[in-house]
Structures are given as structure tokens and as C-alpha cells.
């Protein structure tokens, strides 16, 4: 266990739909991370919260958002998906706003088809 | 989006023998990192380098952050079962906040 945990685990929804995936950091983490793995691909950044901020926009289509609530949790949203939005989605989180010292410290992913 | 170049992206290797890989990239990274993703999980960190020329190791996983910044390389000697899983490169570089830029994989499978 890595302390950052995801839910749900799996996900299959329909094209169009709207999703909301959740993450929880490790404790004492300020940051947190969204990362999307396609199949058989690297992992693409899209954003990243620090203590409630954002503070940093990968490659996130308008039809994804995101937030970091007050306790440090943080929920990737979804909308309007499409068949090629199926993947996993990895949440990391870092001890500073820098990630320095231990690098990032990934959840289990949760992986999103959609049908 | 911004990948690294990692090499191979596959290797079928016996038991005992040693693994290289490597990752370059265009750009000049600050850090450098190695994780090892396993089927049905997130990637877990290996190896971290700091400083340009830094040679790490971690049991039986070396990893070195290349002098010109813009690359580095892991090696794993006398290879075991359980090394089997993709390995990721990744680096983050000197201006953006602190995300992480992650390399296209290697595949190990280690055949007894």
C-alpha cells in the first residue's frame, strides 16, 4: 500500500457520460498529481494541486477538470466522454510543491472504459 | 504531450543476466527518476538522481544522471523473476513546477 488511494478501481461507463474519480494523498502530502496511461503508453500529465491550488496544466482536454479540496483530496472530473478517454488514470502526490527529496508516490490508477 | 525517448522498449532476457536501458531527451532535465510499474498497479519509484554525473544504486539497480543532463541510463544485474514489469524513465526539468515528464517504457520479461 502505497497511502495514495484511488476510487474507484474500475470504472466502465458509456460515451457521453460524466465520471468523477477520486484520489486521496498520503498523509503529510500537500501535492497531488493526475497522470492518463493509454493503453500500452507512457504516462501523460495533466494537472497538478498544491494545498488547494493549481499550480501546474499538462495536456488536459476542456472536457476534464479538476480540484483539490480543503482535507488535500482531490477529484478528477470527467464530461462528455469519448471512447478514446478509456485508460488509466493514476493519481501521485509529493511531500512539497516540488516533488523534491522522494519524487511522487503513485495510487493503484483507476481504470475508465467507456463503452 | 512531451515524452522521453527510452530504450529498448522491450527486452526478453534469462534469469541472471544483467539489464540495461536508457532514456534521452531534447531537453535538460534537474532530476531524474526511474519507476517500475507492475500489471495492475501505479508505478513505484526506484531510483532518484539529483545532480548531473550522480551514479545511484539500489540493491542491485544502478542508475546515472548523464553529465549533459539530457539523459540517463538504469542498469539491473543478475536479473530475477520478479524484475518483470514495464520501467519508466522520468525527468523533471528546471522551469516547470515540479511535474514530472515520463518516458515511453521498457518491458522486461525475465525468462528462467
Known amino acids: 500500500d502505497s497511502g495514495v488511494t484511488q476510487t474507484p478501481k474500475h470504472l466502465i461507463t458509456a460515451t457521453g457520460q460524466r465520471v468523477t474519480l477520486r484520489c486521496s494523498p498520503r498523509?503529510?502530502?500537500?501535492?497531488v498529481y493526475w497522470y492518463q496511461q493509454s493503453l500500452d503508453q507512457g504516462l501523460q500529465f495533466l494537472i497538478q494541486?498544491?494545498?488547494?491550488?493549481?499550480?501546474a496544466k499538462g495536456n488536459i482536454l476542456e472536457r476534464f477538470s479538476a480540484q483539490q479540496f480543503p482535507d488535500l483530496h482531490s477529484e478528477l472530473n470527467l464530461s462528455s466522454l469519448e471512447l478514446g478517454d478509456s485508460a488509466l488514470y493514476f493519481c501521485?502526490?509529493?511531500?512539497?510543491?516540488?516533488?523534491?527529496?522522494?519524487?511522487?508516490?503513485f495510487g493503484s490508477g483507476t481504470r475508465l472504459t467507456v463503452v | 504531450g512531451q515524452q522521453l525517448n527510452q530504450s529498448p522498449q522491450s527486452m526478453f532476457i534469462q534469469e541472471g543476466e544483467d539489464v540495461s536501458m536508457n532514456c534521452t531527451s531534447s531537453?535538460?532535465?534537474?532530476?531524474w527518476l526511474w519507476y517500475k510499474q507492475e500489471p495492475g498497479e501505479g508505478p513505484v519509484l526506484l531510483i532518484a538522481?539529483?545532480?548531473?554525473?550522480e551514479l545511484t544504486s539500489n540493491g542491485r539497480l544502478t542508475a546515472q544522471f548523464g553529465i549533459t543532463r539530457k539523459d540517463s541510463f538504469l542498469n539491473i544485474s543478475a536479473s530475477i523473476p520478479s524484475d518483470v514489469g514495464i520501467y519508466f524513465c522520468a525527468g523533471r526539468d528546471t522551469g516547470t513546477a515540479s511535474k514530472l515528464t515520463f518516458g515511453t517504457g521498457t518491458r522486461l520479461q525475465v525468462t528462467l
Open positions: 494541486y498544491y494545498n488547494g491550488e493549481e499550480r
Open positions: 531537453s535538460i532535465f534537474n532530476t
Open positions: 538522481l539529483y545532480k548531473a554525473g
Open positions: 501521485a502526490s509529493s511531500v512539497d510543491r516540488t516533488g523534491r527529496g522522494y519524487g511522487y508516490t
Open positions: 498523509s503529510g502530502d500537500l501535492s
